[in-house]
């Protein structure tokens, strides 16, 4: 299309030089006679030749649409019956190339040239206005008929009046002409000023109406100048047409290559320009030979017209400077409607459209989707002020770098995605670009914010849904592999994180359902191998896949939330379950249960209330209870922090697990408020190797001898995991390890298993022998 813009481009170059010829011929002939009047009539069948051609190589274009089809069609028809009546008025003028032209306009020059324009209005009259109501129909048809009066009154005037009373003799041709032009043009000119956007350019259909126009302009040089021979002013308007309809066909293929700014159905200004019109005959007739009452009764017609014509005007400025509030009011809501308050971003309905739009016209497009990592921290810490202010961050990194073609978009909640249309930028430039934006500390507050990014790219007859729940398995994909990054889709990749989406279902009906149970596992002191503790452990008993390990179910109830219910039921089972063995053992019986904690349990701000709310139920005080955490969930920030220094002023003891896997654990102690310390499994196992090696044997021991330094230098007590034979407990004992735990002392159990070994050990039988 662009080729054939150039091309409709030369083409209007080339009507608009024979135009200028034509009126430098005019000037030239008007003023020293130059040239016989023949050559007046050259230009016009010219250019309505290029106008064929211009016209045809439009319509071949013209896909999709039967109205703009049939709209050039027909101007191509009527291009070709005008051209070849300018082609017999050229004929017919060089016939007298030696004398006068006669007056009389050939028959079939003027028939031609009277389809020609007929055809031409007859499409202008074709193009469907639109849906209008009643009202705006009998408007419709009261201006066509206005005008037609006012064209009717004027001609009569100014012509066919003049003509009839006048000795000369006029063409029935010419005087069927003058009135066909007229009429043709009013009615052109009505029907253009109230049409709204369509398959056709406004401003291409206003062109060809305004070809009327030079039908008219030939009529009113025709009765004034004739054809005796003179000046043939008329026969420079000629070419004008042609020109007109090349101009149309330019405009319309522009417009096909970009998008039109929408417009709406403008306030007709034509019942005032006919009231004028009528005036200027009333004037004309008041300044002629006219008994003077007359006169003054004709100046009062004109002035009451003149001043009902300004009323009304004043009025219908201000209807369209109501309609343009209204329309300002109307893009606000529109605006409102799809695009989010807060960030001022695209929301996800705008989102959608956008997406289905590319779908359906098969564009590339690609879907960023971004979700902020652990944003519900910053609302709980800070606040939800600073949360929203942070989102607004967000939003401006995302449109800065997201790029000018690109859509950013909010989709709720701390959730984001970006549009890329065109496939000009690849979804990894503009996700890193993102990424490296947000590891710089954004907002008033100079927060450093993660973000995890799922890519998917739109494939062949995919949907909206597809593309989002591709989009949404990636990012999930990022999560899992460690947060602040971004993943592609592939195929099968939905797969796992589906999995866990499901098995994060199964987990919500078991907790409904009461599949999950606590089991304990003793904690022993190394030396008299009698129960002093008991750690408290979750089971899962599904109905279908029987026992489902913890590893499994443990990171998905993190992943989905659950994991903060999941807690609070094993948290307030075993208070009430020690509470119990309290009684019936008295409190010397047991120590201190442990329960672990995730960091999502540390996040959540209810948590303090629901330890203190279990522990207050079942009568337990707050020393009689241990809490466990991994060193991860312990480095999680300032709120955490804030949690953990709460729990310790309530006399809550912390317990350290899995010491020394972190990266920071020497510094965890002296800003974490831990009062147990547990050795890691990893440096349990070969402890008790007895080699020939020396050195190698001090390897292996290093570590646990360094932590119980350590901790009895801090004042923490120390326990020992994962012990596993009767070796181990030696070895573990002579480092200066109190406390273990272990299958070899025993494996996790029922409650009523582990108040047997209660009552056993009343008995005063130790567990170990």
């Known amino acids: 299309m662009a080729d054939d813009t150039r091309s409709f481009t030369r083409y209007v170059w080339i009507n608009g030089g024979l135009v200028v010829a034509s009126l430098v011929w005019y000037v030239l002939h008007a003023t020293v006679g130059a040239g016989h009047v023949a050559i007046a009539y050259v230009a016009a069948p010219l250019e309505g030749c290029v106008a064929v051609v211009a016209l045809f190589g439009l319509w071949r274009t013209v896909r999709g649409n039967p109205v703009a089809r049939r709209f050039w069609r027909t101007l191509l028809a009527a291009a070709v019956s005008m051209t070849l009546g300018y082609v017999v008025m050229a004929v017919h003028a060089a016939i007298y190339t030696v004398g006068p032209i006669p007056p009389d306009m ?50 009569w005037h100014f012509g066919f009046a003049g003509m009839l009373t006048s000795d000369e003799r006029w063409s029935p041709q010419t005087l069927s002409l003058i009135g066909l032009a007229f009429l043709l043009t009013i009615f052109g000119l009505t029907k253009v000023s109230y049409l709204g956007d369509g398959p056709v350019d406004r401003t291409a259909i206003r062109m060809v109406a305004v070809v009327g126009l030079t039908a008219a302009g030939v009529a009113v040089l025709a009765t004034t100048f004739g054809y005796e021979g003179g000046v043939p002013s008329q026969a420079v308007v000629l070419p004008l047409g042609p020109a007109l309809l090349v101009l149309a066909v330019r405009t319309q293929a522009r ?87 807060l960030t001022g971003l695209a929301n996800r309905a705008r989102f959608r459209d956008v997406l289905q739009a590319a779908i359906a016209a098969e564009r590339p497009a690609t879907v960023l989707l971004v979700d902020l990592d652990d944003f519900k921290t910053v ?52 996700a890193q670009r993102i ?37 949404d398995v990636a990012m999930y994909a990022a999560k899992e592999r460690g947060k602040a ?25 078991g907790l409904d359902a009461g599949e999950f149970r606590v089991v304990y596992q003793p904690l022993v002191a190394l030396g008299t191998g009698r129960i002093v503790g008991v750690e408290a452990l979750v089971r899962w008993n599904h109905p279908i896949r029987g026992t489902v390990p913890p590893i499994e179910f ?27 063995w309290l009684a019936e053992f008295g409190p010397d019986a047991l120590q201190r249960p442990a329960v672990n904690v995730s960091a999502r349990q540390l996040h959540d701000p209810d948590f303090v209330a629901d330890v203190l709310a279990a522990l207050a139920d079942n009568g337990l005080s707050t020393d009689r209870l241990v809490l466990e955490l991994t060193e991860s969930a312990v480095l999680r920030g300032g709120q955490v922090s804030q949690t953990l220094h709460e729990l310790d002023r309530l006399g809550i003891k912390l317990a350290l697990d899995d010491f020394g896997t972190g990266e920071s654990s020497l510094s965890l102690l002296r800003a974490f408020p831990a009062a147990i310390v547990k050795l890691d499994k990893s440096f349990v196992d070969g402890i008790e190797i ?79 022998t």
């Open 106 to 155: 050939p028959l079939p020059a003027a028939a031609a040239i009277a389809l020609g324009f007929t055809l031409a209005m007859f499409a202008v009259g074709r193009v469907p206005v639109g849906a209008v109501g009643t009202a705006e129909r009998w408007r419709m048809n009261l201006d066509r008929a206005l005008a037609c009066v006012c064209c009717a009154t004027v001609l």
């Open 255 to 341: 417009a096909a290559l970009g998008r039109r700014r929408a417009s709406r159905r403008s306030s007709p200004l034509l019942p005032y320009l006919s009231i004028g019109a009528v005036d200027l005959c009333l004037i004309a007739i008041a300044v002629g030979p006219l008994y003077w009452p007359g006169r003054v009764t004709l100046s009062g017609a004109v002035l009451i017209s003149i001043l009902v014509t300004v009323r009304q005007f004043m009025a219908s400025r201000d209807n369209r400077r109501l309609l343009r509030d209204i329309r300002g009011q109307e893009e606000r809501l529109q605006h409102e409607v799809s695009h989010d308050g």
């Open 379 to 430: 609302n709980d810490s800070l606040g939800h002020d600073v949360g929203d202010h942070l989102l607004v961050a967000v939003a401006e990194v995302l449109a800065e770098q997201s790029g000018a073609d690109a859509l950013p978009v909010r989709v709720g909640g701390d959730e984001f995605a970006v549009l890329l249309i065109g496939g000009t930028t690849v979804g990894e430039t503009v």
């Open 435 to 471: 990424l490296d934006a947000l590891s710089r500390p954004i907002s008033e507050h100079r927060l450093l914010v993660q973000a995890s990014i799922g890519i998917a790219t739109v494939a062949p007859g995919a949907t909206v849904d597809s593309v989002l729940r591709d989009a």
């Open 485 to 509: 990054g971004h993943v592609r889709y592939v195929p099968g990749m939905e797969e796992p994180v589906l999995a866990h989406i499901q098995l994060g279902g199964e987990i919500r009906r």
């Open 554 to 580: 443990i990171p998905a109830a993190e992943r989905t939330g659950l994991i903060v219910e999941l807690g609070r039921f094993v948290l307030r089972e075993t208070c009430r379950q020690t509470a119990a």
């Open 690 to 768: 007895d080699d020939a090696s020396p050195s190698a044997r001090d390897a292996r021991q290093a570590v646990a001898r360094a932590v119980v330094q350590l901790a009895d230098a801090l004042g923490l007590e120390t326990v020992a995991e994962g012990i596993e034979n009767e070796a181990q407990v030696e070895q573990l004992r002579a480092l200066g390890y109190v406390y273990g735990q272990g299958y070899h002392l025993a494996r996790p159990m029922a409650a009523g298993d582990f108040t047997a070994l209660l009552a056993a050990q009343r008995a005063d039988s130790p567990m170990r």
